[in-house]
């Protein structure tokens, strides 16, 4: 435990949760999960698998009838054919990711993140023994790694590179080209594993999707690729996440699953089924819904000297730099840092934001557009008239 330290994004939920008790509502923009309803014919086949009596253990890495659904999504969305003995489903995306790095990491052996990089990657290695290395990236180059600053970063330690696009928290989604060139580094490297982090996968822009594996078929003995429902689907609560790869490593993390959690629930298996079969017809509203309010926050960050953001192409957050408005308007007011301003915005603007620290990017603030338009409004207008100096 003494390896992982306290989440930065604790601090902010604590300072939340003192306001609320004082009877001040503070709007949360720090939660990375959509405020829409799951869509109805999921609830409906969850509540059928209940009354079926689908309420036993099942294999440890989900039903049979899971796994065609999975292997047909992928077969389907990414062009790419899996055995069922290649896939596994867990407790949402999370725990895949957790098991994939238990089982494969050694004291010492290192992980490559794109930095900023979603807040878990870094103390999930922690915890199972690895060293994240964090490699920056730029708001320049679209927050994308560099094929050159990967080569840089890769020892004979390294193990894993991890690869999230759509990106949290910068909304960042990797072209088929750009891909395939950070792919061919790895080409010189044949230990090293590739994690494609795809949860955000139908989230986009208008901009189209690639998953390494697609863009590099000869490479399957060396990715896993790792998706599930919780943000393509708003069942982050369901928690199913499934995950594909080599053999050895599913069997790996099959075995961990099986002396710890077992199945994911035989009902949200159920549900994601219906969730990975049927049609996505929801998906339009919600991502005609997701750009206007990305257009909101898009208009609030102009507005205010000194921030600047590029426009997310994917996910639901907008990565804002706050450093020249750190050093102008937020140094007569004593604010010095990101977590200093998420800290002061809960108060001048009842809005709660997460410091960029948290995913290896201080001078930086992650807002979460999820929430309701109105609401998202009213909160991006309270934040220009805190921080405009009157
Ligand atoms: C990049 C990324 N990966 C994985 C997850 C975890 O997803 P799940 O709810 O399936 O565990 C999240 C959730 O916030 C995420 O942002």
């Known amino acids: 435990m003494s390896r992982v330290g306290a989440s930065p994004t604790a601090a902010v939920s604590d300072r939340v ?9 503070i709007t949360n923009l720090g939660e990375g999960e959509l405020d829409f309803a799951t869509p109805a014919h999921v609830v409906m086949a969850g509540k059928c698998a209940i009354d079926r009596g689908e309420t036993k253990y099942t294999a440890v890495s989900g039903t049979v009838s ?8 992928f077969e389907r969305d990414n062009g790419i054919s899996f055995r069922n003995a290649e896939i596994i489903a867990g407790n949402g995306a999370k725990q895949l990711i957790f098991n994939a790095f238990l089982a494969t990491l050694d004291d010492g052996d290192e992980v490559i993140l ?32 560099q094929p050159e600053t990967l080569r840089s970063a890769i020892t004979p330690r390294t193990r894993w590179l991890v690869l999230n696009s759509p990106g949290n928290p910068t909304g960042a989604v990797y072209t088929a080209a750009e891909l395939r060139a950070l792919l061919e580094v790895l080409d010189g490297f044949p230990d090293i594993l ?33 998706n599930g429902v919780s943000k393509s689907h708003a069942m982050t609560g369901w928690r199913l996440g499934y995950a594909a ?84 308007s937020g140094q ?36 979460a557009f999820a929430i309701e338009t109105d609401t998202l409004r009213a909160t991006c207008e309270r934040i220009v008239a805190a921080c405009i100096p009157v």
């Open 17 to 25: 949760r003192a306001a609320a008790a004082q009877g001040i509502a």
């Open 66 to 73: 899971l796994k065609e659904a999975i292997r047909k999504k």
């Open 114 to 145: 794109p930095a900023p990089y979603w807040v878990s990657y870094p103390d999930m290695i922690r915890l199972t023994g690895g060293r994240p290395v964090a490699v920056g990236t730029t708001m320049a180059s679209g927050w994308k790694l």
């Open 194 to 226: 590739v994690l494609a982090d795809d949860i955000y996968e139908p989230l986009r822009y208008g901009v189209p999707f690639s998953t390494p594996l697609q863009v590099r078929p000869d490479m399957r003995e060396r990715v896993l690729t790792v």
């Open 245 to 328: 790869g080599p053999e050895w490593l599913v069997r790996a993390m099959d075995i961990l699953q099986s002396q710890s959690t077992s199945n994911p629930s035989s009902i949200s298996q159920g549900a994601a089924i219906a969730a990975l079969v049927e049609p996505p017809v929801f998906l339009e509203g919600w991502l005609e819904t997701l750009a206007a309010r990305r257009a909101i926050v898009m208009d609030m960050v102009a507005r205010i000297p000194g921030l600047r953001a590029w426009r997310p192409e994917g996910a639901f957050y907008v990565f804002i730099d706050v450093r020249e408005w750190l050093a102008g």
């Open 332 to 367: 007569p007011l004593g604010i010095v840092d990101d977590v200093g301003m998420a800290a002061w915005l809960i108060g001048s603007a009842r809005a709660a934001l997460v410091p960029g620290t948290a995913f290896g990017a201080p001078g930086h603030l992650r807002l």
